[in-house]
């Protein structure tokens, strides 16, 4: 663990922040699985001047470091995460900064970003409504749904990686299906996006049919981190699973859903460990029966070392990107 004088060095003298520092803090229920051991440090910068501070901290350290978003689409490690876990869970703020045109915050969820596009008449996230996270975590993961994408209204954004933050434009990013050159040496700290006008009224309408598509899709009983797998081409990794007959496979409390099976549902208890066991499983049985590599949604954290050591493990973290 990181010695707790360290959490002094960033609330008084050259290194402090005006932001939260917090020793050993529980993840658990900052993610939506709900497992997952403590941080060693958990960070959450109230602005750039503090991520820059946090960031020669950590050069001066020499201590890892992780970004945790709204952590709806993560496996955070039971054993914690080892250096700092940085939240900008503060760094929220929309604000309209030219003709059609939004500056966000990486920490403002989502659905607060598409509550307030619709308010102003901003087309382009209405088919977003009801996807948990952060925009921060959105952009990094191009979430979608419908047909439509962030990327698709993503103009520019602040990224910092280590001592550097600048601005990249839409095509650095190199979007593609639910992935981005964002990994887990950057982190996404403010996003513009050039929206398109349109009628409050019909946008409000686009966003309940979305919401209602995905409570119907989506319908799932227990904590998940939603959609496990991505879609292969030409195919939906949820059929994959079902026809081959893994539909309520359980490993401890982890269970493939009976709902929709490329969801993992923690019935109550579950562990990180039970849930990655389930998640190469699952990959496992699908390769062999249909020769079909799934490739993971969601991302880890933390010390998963002991269980990636057996021999499928090049199959449970495929493509990594954070």
Request: negative net charge; aromatic residues 6%; proline residues 3%.
């Amino acid at each position: 663990m990181i010695n707790v004088d360290w959490r002094k060095e960033l609330t008084q003298g050259s290194w402090a922040i005006r932001g939260e520092c917090l020793i050993d803090e529980p993840l658990k229920n900052l993610n939506s699985w709900r497992v997952g051991g403590p941080a060693d440090l958990l960070v959450r910068p109230l602005d750039v001047e503090d991520v820059h501070t946090v960031f020669a901290f950590i050069r001066h350290h020499r201590v890892p470091w992780r970004v945790l978003g709204g952590g709806s689409n993560l496996l955070i490690a039971d054993k914690g995460v080892r250096g700092l876990v940085i939240q900008l869970s503060d760094m929220n703020r929309i604000s309209q900064s030219g003709a059609c045109q939004l500056t966000v915050g990486a920490g403002c969820p989502l659905s607060h970003l598409v509550q307030e596009a619709v308010r102003l008449g901003y087309a382009g996230f209405e088919s977003l409504a009801g996807i948990p996270g952060t925009v921060g975590g959105a952009v990094a993961g191009n979430a979608g749904a419908l047909g439509q994408q962030i990327a698709d209204c993503l103009q520019s954004a602040l990224v910092a990686e280590n001592a550097a933050v600048e601005r990249w434009v839409c095509d650095e990013f190199h979007f593609g299906y639910r992935s981005s050159a964002i990994g887990d040496k950057h982190m996404v700290l403010e996003v513009v996006f050039a929206c398109e006008r349109s009628e409050p009224e019909l946008l409000r309408e686009k966003v309940a049919a979305a919401r209602e598509h995905r409570c119907q899709a989506h319908a799932v009983i227990g904590a998940t981190a939603g959609s496990v797998f991505k879609n292969p081409p030409e195919t939906q990794a949820w059929k994959l699973i079902d026809q081959c007959g893994l539909r309520g496979k359980s490993i401890g409390d982890a269970q493939v859903s009976e709902q929709h099976t490329n969801f993992i549902v923690n019935r109550g208890s579950a562990t990180a460990d039970e849930i990655a066991q389930l998640m190469a499983l699952v990959q496992q049985t699908v390769m062999d029966q249909t020769g079909v590599c799934l490739s993971p949604e969601v991302h880890k954290m933390g010390d998963f070392d002991e269980l990636l050591s057996r021999p499928d493990k090049h199959l449970l973290w495929d493509e990594e990107r954070r």
